[in-house]
C-alpha cells in the first residue's frame, strides 16, 4: 500500500487526481483524507485567485487584410455567387436531412476543443464575467442554476454563445445557449463519449446540455439538470 | 479568386478562434510576465506569429497548447531582445494591485502577491495545471520535463503557497 508521504507528494501535485491507487489510500486513511480536504479548500481559493480578470477590448486582433489581394472582375462575381448558392442549396439539403445530428455533431467538436472546462470544481466564475458572457444572448440566470465554473463566448456557426459549465451532483455539465439555433424536438445524441441532448426554447432558439459519460451512468440525470436550468434561465428580451 | 475566398474565411475562422481563446491566453502570459502591459504585448506579437503560422496547425482542438507554446517562446524573446533588469517582486506586485485586488477579498490578495513571489519553474507548471487545464503529461510535454520532475514541482508549489499562507503543513506534506 502507498505510503502517506507518497500519497501526499502526490494528491498536493494534483489535487483533482482519479487515481485509484490515490483513491484507496485515502478512503484507508482519515488523516489523508483530512489532509485532501484541505488541499481542495486551498485548491478552490488557488484557481479563483488565478483567474484575474482580463477584459478583452473590442478590437484586439492585429490581422490585416493581405496586399495581395485584389478586387475581382465583375463576371468572376458571378461565377462565385453562383457557387455559394450551389453550396447553400447543397448545405440546406443536408441541414434538412439532418438537422439534429449536424447540429449535436458541431456541439460535441466545439465541446472537445475545450477539455479545461469539464473541471470538477466547487469554484464559481465571477458574476461579472458570467454577467458579460450571457449579456450579448439576452437572458441571465438565477441562483437556482447552481454553481456555474465556467463561461465563456464562444464562435459557434457563425455567433457568439454562451458556453457554460455547471457543476451537478451528476459532474460537470456543459451548457451551450443556441439562441440562433431551432430545433422542432428534443433530440438526444451520443458522441465521443459525450451524452446530450439539444432542446428547443421557443422564441430564443434551443440550449444543448451535455456531459461526459461513456458509460451512461448519469444519462438519466440530464432530465432533471435540463430543467432545472431551463428554471434559472431569464429571458431579458 | 477561390483563394481570396479561402483566405477571407481562413482569417475569420482563425480571428474567431483566436478571439475565443485570448482571455485565458492573456492570464497565462500575466502569470507568466506578472506584469500586464508586457502580457498584453506578448499575446498580440504571438497572434501575429501564430496567423503567419497557421499552417502549422493541423488541428484546432489542438489551439490552446499550441498557441501557448507561441507565447512562451515570446516571451523568452524579449529576454533576447533587451535586457530585463532584475526585478523587484514588491514593486511588481504594487504595480499590478489594480489586478491582484479582489476588492472584498484580502485572502485572494495575498495569495496572488504569494504567486508573483513563486518562482518561474514552480509558477508556470501550476498556471498551466490550474489554469489551462493542462495534464502532467502535458506540462511534461510543453516544459521539456519529465512527468516525475512536473509532479515533484508541482508539489512544491503548492506547499510554497501554503506556507505562504499560513497553512502548517504536516511533517508528510512538507517538502
Known sequence: ?237 | MNDAIGGNQRRARFQALCQSLRPDLLRFAFWLCRDRALAEDVVQESMLRAWKAQDSLLDEGAAKPWLLTIIRREYARTFERKRVPTVDVDELIAKEEPMLAAAEEQDLRELRAALFNLPIEYREPLVLQVLMGFSTAEIARELDLSGPAVLTRLFRARNRLRAAMGEKLGADGEE
Not at chain 1, 34 to 43: A, D, G, I, N
Not at chain 1, 97 to 125: C, F, I, R, Y
Not at chain 1, 182 to 196: A, H, K, L
Request: hydrophobic share 45%; aromatic share 6%.
Open chain 1, 1 to 237: 500500500m502507498m505510503d502517506h508521504a507518497r500519497y501526499r507528494m502526490l494528491i498536493s501535485a494534483d489535487p483533482h487526481s482519479s487515481d485509484p491507487q490515490l483513491r484507496a489510500h485515502r478512503d484507508g486513511c482519515a488523516e489523508c483524507g483530512l489532509y485532501t480536504q484541505q488541499l481542495l479548500r486551498f485548491e478552490s481559493r488557488l484557481e479563483r485567485a488565478l483567474k484575474v480578470d482580463m477584459p478583452t477590448p473590442a478590437a484586439v486582433l492585429p490581422f490585416t487584410r493581405p496586399a495581395a489581394a485584389r478586387p475581382p472582375k465583375s463576371w468572376r462575381w458571378l461565377a462565385i455567387a453562383a457557387s455559394v448558392l450551389l453550396c447553400i442549396v447543397v448545405a440546406a439539403g443536408i441541414w434538412i436531412v439532418l438537422p439534429g445530428a449536424s447540429l449535436a455533431a458541431d456541439v460535441v467538436a466545439h465541446m472537445a476543443g475545450e477539455p479545461q472546462a469539464w473541471k470538477l470544481t466547487d469554484v464559481a466564475v465571477a458574476d461579472t464575467e458570467l454577467n458579460d458572457v450571457l449579456r450579448d444572448s439576452q437572458l441571465r440566470l438565477t441562483g437556482a442554476a447552481g454553481i456555474v465554473s465556467y463561461a465563456a463566448s464562444c464562435a459557434f456557426r457563425g455567433h457568439r454563445v454562451p458556453h457554460l459549465v455547471v457543476q451537478t451532483p451528476s459532474g460537470p455539465v456543459t451548457v451551450m445557449v443556441l439562441v440562433h439555433e431551432s430545433v422542432s424536438r428534443p433530440t438526444q445524441f451520443d458522441e465521443q463519449g459525450y451524452r446530450g441532448t439539444i432542446v428547443p426554447v421557443p422564441g430564443h432558439g434551443s440550449i444543448a446540455v451535455l456531459m461526459q459519460d461513456p458509460g451512461g451512468t448519469h444519462v438519466r440525470d440530464l432530465q432533471g439538470i435540463i430543467a432545472q436550468l431551463r428554471d434559472a434561465i431569464v429571458w431579458t428580451r
